[in-house]
C-alpha cells in the first residue's frame, strides 16, 4: 500500500511537545538511564525494545511505584509465554490506585453520569474510605489473596468501589455487564468459581428500565462457590433473602489495608471469546497491569491530574478496567451508564462537554454513526477542554478522521488505538508529540517491538501482514484461567511463530513507523470492542428447532462499516419466516448479548466445513470479502466446495 501521504492531519505545537510527559520522561531517561537525548519518539522506542529491561526500570521509577520488598531484577526469564517480570518484588494495584486521595482529598476522582446527563461526583477521599470499608468487609467474609469476586454491574461508582477492594485484599477481580444473558455470564464465571458476587437488581437504557432480578437468581443457583451476594438496588428494588445490602458494607469510615502481593499476583480475568469452546479466561496481573498502564496513561494518553477521562464503555470490555486506571496518574474518571445514543446520537458528546472531559474516547463505530447523522458537535456543545479524541473497538476510516478534524476542531489530537483484552493495553496508537496521519495510528507503544510478519516470519514494511509483537509486555497473560499445561494459552498467540505473539490483526507498518490495522485476521466477531466467538451465536441458534447448522461472520468494510450476517441452514420443512427471524434475534439478545445480534439472516442451501468436520468461516470471510476463490481457500480441505459457491456468488452481488 502506498504511505505517501503528503502531510499530516494534525501536528502538536512546539509547546505541546515540550509540556508532553513522554518528552519530560524522555530528557530525564537520558540523564538516569542512557536513553537517547535525541531523535525523538522513533529514537525513544528504538531504546525501550532494545533495553527493555532498563526502559522498565525507568517506567517503575519515573513514576514512583512502590514496591514494598524490593525486585531482584526486571526480567528474570524472557521467554514468551512465561516471561517473569520483577522476580521477588511486592506491591498493590490498588494502592496506586488511590494515591492520589493523600494529596486531593476532597476533588473528584469519579463523575458518574446516567442518562440524565447529569454529573455526580465521588470524592478521593469518600472513594478510598468506600474502598476501605469494602475491602475490610471482604476479608470479614473470609476472602483471602487468590479468591475470585465477581461483578453483575453496570458502568457505575459501586463497580469502580468493588474492583479496588478486591485488588486491596489480594482478590481477583472478574466482570460482565447486566446486558449479557445468563449462559454468556455463567460461561464466564463458573470457570473461575467466585467466592462473592456483586450484582445490581436491573439497569436503566435507552430510557427504559431493565429488570435482571431472574437473572442474578439464575446466577446464584449456578454458582455453587458463592459465599455472599452484595445486592447493589440501581432500581431501587429490595434486597433479596440472604443477601447484603451494598450500603451497610460501604459506610464504615476504615483505611484500607493493602495486601502486598508479588508482581505476577492475578489482579482481574478477562474474557475474549475464540472460535470454539469457552470464552478465555485471560488471567493479568497486578503488577503487570500497574506498570503498562501508567506507561500507556501517563506517557501515551498523556493524563495527569488535571485531565478528566471518559471513554464509553461496559464492565464487560477491558476498556473499562483501562478507564478506572486513569486513577494511577491522579486523573478523574468519567463512569456513563447507559445508552451510547441516548436520548439522540449527540450523546456522548453532551456528557463530554458537562464532564469537561479533556481526553474523550468512544469506538470508530460511534463517529461514523455521528458522521451519518450529521452531528455537529464544535456548533452544539462547548468542547474547549476536549483536546484529545480516541477511537478504538475497530480501525478509524479516514472518513471518520476528517470528520472529527472538520466537526469537532481542526487542532484536535486523534488518536485511533489498537490493542487486545488479552493485554490489557494499546500495541500502537496515541502519541502526543507526533503527527497525526489520514487512516494511520501514530505509532506503536513503547516497550512494545511491534512488527508486520508475512508467514515465514520475515518483517515487512509498508506491506500487509501479521501483528506481531516480539519482545514479552507486563500486561501479557500470566496464564488462562483452567488452562492447567498453558496449551491453549500457547495456541491463543504463539502457535504460527514460535516464541513470538500473533495477535489476529492484519496491519501495515509504514516506513514512517505509523500503523495501519487492517481487521482480524481470525474470525473473531468484535462488536464496539467486544469480542465473542462464534461458537457462543451457534449454540444458542441452533438450540432453535428449525435450524439445522448456522454460520456467523463478521466482515469489516472499507467504509469503516462491520456487517455481521447469520447464515442459517434450516431444518426440512422449516420456513425462514418473520416469526422465525425474530426468534432468531431474540435468542441472541436474551441469552447472549444485544450487541451481537447480527445484521442480516440469510438462509442458505448448507454449511461448508473442513474435512475434518469444522465450520469454515475464515475462507467465507475472505470471500465475503471479495477474495477469490483460490485465494480464499484451499479447496482440497473442503467437503464440499460447490456450497461455498454460495458464498462467492453473494459477494458478488453485494459489489
Known amino acids: 500500500?502506498?504511505?505517501?501521504?503528503?502531510?499530516?492531519?494534525?501536528?502538536?505545537?512546539?509547546?505541546?511537545?515540550?509540556?508532553?510527559?513522554?518528552?519530560?520522561?524522555?530528557?530525564?531517561?537520558?540523564?538516569?538511564?542512557?536513553?537517547?537525548?535525541?531523535?525523538?519518539?522513533?529514537?525513544?522506542?528504538?531504546?525501550?525494545?532494545?533495553?527493555?529491561?532498563?526502559?522498565?526500570?525507568?517506567?517503575?521509577?519515573?513514576?514512583?511505584?512502590?514496591?514494598?520488598?524490593?525486585y531482584a531484577r526486571v526480567l528474570g526469564d524472557r521467554a514468551m509465554p512465561g516471561a517473569e517480570w520483577f522476580p521477588g518484588g511486592t506491591l498493590n494495584y490498588a494502592e496506586h490506585a488511590l494515591r492520589a486521595a493523600e494529596t486531593r482529598a476532597d476533588e473528584p476522582a469519579l463523575l458518574y453520569v446516567d442518562e440524565t446527563h447529569e454529573s455526580v461526583p465521588v470524592t478521593w477521599s469518600d472513594l478510598r474510605r468506600q474502598v476501605g470499608s469494602l475491602a475490610a468487609e471482604l476479608r470479614a467474609l473470609g476472602v483471602r489473596p487468590g479468591d475470585r469476586v465477581s461483578g453483575y454491574l453496570p458502568n457505575i461508582p459501586e463497580a469502580v468501589v468493588a474492583l479496588l477492594a478486591t485488588a486491596a485484599v489480594g482478590g481477583v477481580w472478574t466482570s460482565c455487564a447486566p446486558d449479557f444473558g445468563a449462559r454468556s455470564v455463567l460461561d464466564?464465571?463458573?470457570?473461575?468459581?467466585?467466592?462473592?458476587?456483586f450484582a445490581v437488581d436491573g439497569y436503566r437504557y435507552g430510557g427504559k428500565e431493565h429488570d435482571r432480578r431472574d437473572t442474578v437468581a439464575e446466577l446464584r443457583r449456578e454458582l455453587p462457590t458463592l459465599n455472599a451476594v452484595v445486592h447493589i438496588p440501581l432500581l431501587g428494588t429490595q434486597a433479596p433473602e440472604d443477601a447484603l445490602e451494598w450500603s451497610a458494607l460501604t459506610s464504615a469510615d476504615v483505611q484500607p489495608v493493602f495486601e502486598q502481593v508479588p508482581f505476577d499476583h492475578p489482579l482481574w480475568v478477562l474474557y475474549s471469546s475464540g472460535t470454539t469452546g469457552l470464552p478465555k479466561a485471560i488471567v493479568q496481573s497486578q503488577g503487570g497491569i500497574l506498570v503498562e498502564h501508567l506507561k500507556q496513561l501517563g506517557l501515551h494518553c498523556d493524563l495527569g491530574p488535571e485531565d478528566r477521562f471518559f471513554w464509553y464503555t461496559s464492565t464487560g470490555w477491558m476498556m473499562w478496567n483501562f478507564l478506572v486506571s486513569g486513577l494511577l496518574t491522579g486523573t478523574t474518571i468519567v463512569l456513563y451508564d447507559g445508552s451510547p445514543g441516548y436520548p439522540d446520537t449527540g450523546a456522548q458528546w453532551r456528557i463530554a462537554e458537562r464532564t469537561g472531559a479533556t481526553l474523550f474516547g468512544t469506538s470508530a463505530a460511534y463517529v461514523m454513526a455521528c458522521r451519518k447523522a450529521e452531528v455537529h458537535p464544535s456548533r452544539d456543545f462547548d468542547l474547549g477542554r476536549v483536546r484529545c479524541v480516541a477511537t478504538t473497538g475497530?480501525?478509524?476510516?479516514?472518513?471518520?478522521?476528517?470528520?472529527?478534524?472538520?466537526?469537532?476542531?481542526?487542532?484536535?489530537?486523534?488518536?485511533?488505538?489498537?490493542?487486545?483484552?488479552?493485554?490489557?493495553?494499546?500495541?500502537?496508537?496515541?502519541?502526543?508529540?507526533?503527527?497525526?496521519?489520514?487512516?494511520?495510528?501514530?505509532a506503536a507503544g513503547l516497550g512494545t517491538d511491534l512488527q508486520s510478519w508475512d508467514p515465514s516470519g520475515k518483517p515487512l514494511t509498508d506491506e500487509v501482514g501479521e501483528l506481531v509483537v516480539t519482545n514479552p509486555m507486563p500486561s501479557m497473560p500470566i496464564r488462562f484461567w483452567n488452562d492447567p499445561d498453558g496449551s491453549r494459552y500457547h495456541d491463543s498467540y504463539f502457535d504460527t511463530y514460535p516464541g513470538v505473539w500473533r495477535h489476529g490483526d492484519w496491519i501495515t507498518v509504514t516506513s514512517r513507523g505509523s500503523v495501519v490495522i487492517h481487521g482480524r485476521s481470525d474470525s473473531t466477531l468484535n462488536r464496539q470492542g467486544v469480542r465473542m466467538g462464534s461458537a457462543d451465536i451457534y449454540e444458542a441458534v441452533e438450540r432453535l428447532p428449525e435450524i439445522k447448522e448456522s454460520l456467523v461472520i463478521g466482515v469489516e468494510q472499507p467504509d469503516g462499516g462491520?456487517?455481521?450476517?447469520?447464515?442459517?441452514?434450516?431444518?426440512?420443512?422449516?420456513?425462514?419466516?418473520?416469526?422465525?427471524?425474530?426468534?432468531?434475534?431474540?435468542?441472541?439478545?436474551?441469552?447472549?448479548?444485544?450487541?451481537?445480534?447480527?445484521?442480516?439472516?440469510?438462509?442458505?442451501?448448507?454449511?461448508?466445513?473442513?474435512?475434518?468436520?469444522?465450520?469454515?468461516?475464515?475462507?467465507?470471510?475472505?470471500?465475503?470479502?471479495?477474495?477469490?476463490?483460490?485465494?480464499?481457500?484451499?479447496?482440497?480441505?473442503?467437503?464440499?466446495?460447490?456450497?461455498?459457491?454460495?458464498?462467492?456468488?453473494?459477494?458478488?452481488?453485494?459489489?
Not at 20 to 44: I, N, S
Not at 188 to 197: A, D, I, K, M, T
Not at 407 to 436: K, N
Open 562 to 655: 462491520y456487517w455481521m450476517p447469520l447464515f442459517v441452514h434450516l431444518a426440512p420443512g422449516a420456513v425462514l419466516d418473520e416469526d422465525l427471524l425474530n426468534r432468531i434475534k431474540g435468542t441472541i439478545r436474551e441469552q447472549l448479548s444485544p450487541r451481537h445480534v447480527p445484521d442480516e439472516v440469510i438462509e442458505v442451501p448448507g454449511v461448508p466445513h473442513t474435512l475434518t468436520g469444522k465450520r469454515i468461516e475464515v475462507p467465507v470471510k475472505r470471500l465475503l470479502q471479495g477474495a477469490s476463490m483460490e485465494k480464499a481457500v484451499n479447496v482440497g480441505s473442503v467437503d464440499n466446495v460447490e456450497l461455498l459457491r454460495f458464498y462467492e456468488k453473494l459477494a458478488r452481488e453485494r459489489g
Open 188 to 197: 464466564r464465571f463458573q470457570q473461575v468459581e467466585p467466592v462473592v458476587l
Open 394 to 442: 475497530s480501525p478509524l476510516p479516514p472518513d471518520g478522521f476528517r470528520w472529527l478534524h472538520d466537526e469537532v476542531r481542526e487542532d484536535l489530537w486523534i488518536a485511533s488505538v489498537s490493542g487486545g483484552t488479552d493485554v490489557c493495553s494499546c500495541f500502537a496508537g496515541a502519541v502526543p508529540t507526533l503527527p497525526v496521519y489520514i487512516g494511520e495510528l501514530q
Open 1 to 70: 500500500m502506498s504511505t505517501t501521504n503528503p502531510s499530516p492531519l494534525w501536528q502538536p505545537s512546539a509547546e505541546g511537545i515540550a509540556q508532553a510527559q513522554v518528552t519530560k520522561f524522555q530528557a530525564w531517561a537520558a540523564e538516569r538511564h542512557g536513553a537517547p537525548a535525541d531523535g525523538g519518539y522513533a529514537a525513544l522506542h528504538r531504546w525501550s525494545v532494545d533495553e527493555l529491561d532498563t526502559f522498565w526500570k525507568a517506567v517503575t521509577e519515573w513514576f514512583d511505584v512502590r514496591f514494598s520488598t524490593p
